[in-house]
């Protein structure tokens, strides 16, 4: 689907996913501890923090990329860092899925805190716990959101293009293929909750009655059906694109969201009142998701001689 002419910032496209997923409450634990690398590499968190703090000022929209890329990775075979690394010949990476492929971004901002990192604590601090506190900094710089984060995961040595299709939720998910979805995953329809729209909507009608009109002729603006339009991205919250707050379920409630999978938390007479309490509360958000982030983050983290310290986060070590 298609975007705003903005292309370097469409924030909440990167956030879209992980917002289904604001409350992720998981049972995990992880032996993961705060200041991990308080005498390892006690400039980590430091550097982290400087290099993502630079990337947004330069591109507002790659704050929301980083967030949305920890999504990506701690629901396919755990916060690995698995995500980041390339594809090799032969064995096709994650990033080649269509989930991944011309969509994922802020890749970069990792590499740049990588390097950094290398050159003053050389193979100690994992990709995975990179690529967590600069969502945490994401977070914090795109909507003042604080949370501490822990540190101690270790980096995976394998990544397959065709996984994330069994592990991530897609944009056209109804209500129950979603509940569905989360609860393969251990979590409940409350711990979830946190473009055929336009063209295909079904064999009787073309766009969905559901969207708002106007926002439907928006969307088709920058949308047209034609396959020139392929490479365009389209901004999940025209109402505040590069923060990161309540405005979201404002606009589900008024039906100008751009996915099904978001539309139907609206619908739902459960989730909607979740909806409807982080639309009139954006501060009870910004706590859920703080806490969202935390939990998401343990998600079957690879801990102690697990996996290895990556000198490089787009490939495995050579032994």
Known sequence: MATLPQPKSPSHLA?????????????????????????TCPQAEDIIARVVSEAIRKDPGVGAGV????FHDCFVRGCDASVLLDSTPGNPSEKENIANVDSLRGFEVIDEAKSALEEVCPLTVSCADIL??????ASMILG???FRVPGGRRDGTASRAEEPTNFLPAPFFNFSTLVTFFENKGL?????????RLYRFNQTVARDPSLDPSFGTVMGDICPNNSSADNRTLPLDFVTPHKLDGAYYSNIKEHRVSFISDQVLGDDQHSNKLVNRYAKHGGKWKRDFGKAMIKMGKIEVLLGDEGEIRRNCRVVNQV
């Open 15 to 39: 956030t879209s996913t992980l917002t289904q997923a604001f409350t992720l409450f998981l049972t995990t634990s992880a032996d993961l501890e705060l200041g991990f690398y308080d005498h």
């Open 67 to 70: 967030i949305r890329l920890q």
């Open 132 to 137: 967590a506190f600069a969502a945490r900094d």
């Open 144 to 146: 003042d959101i604080k």
């Open 188 to 196: 409940t329809m409350k711990e979830m909750v946190v473009r055929n």
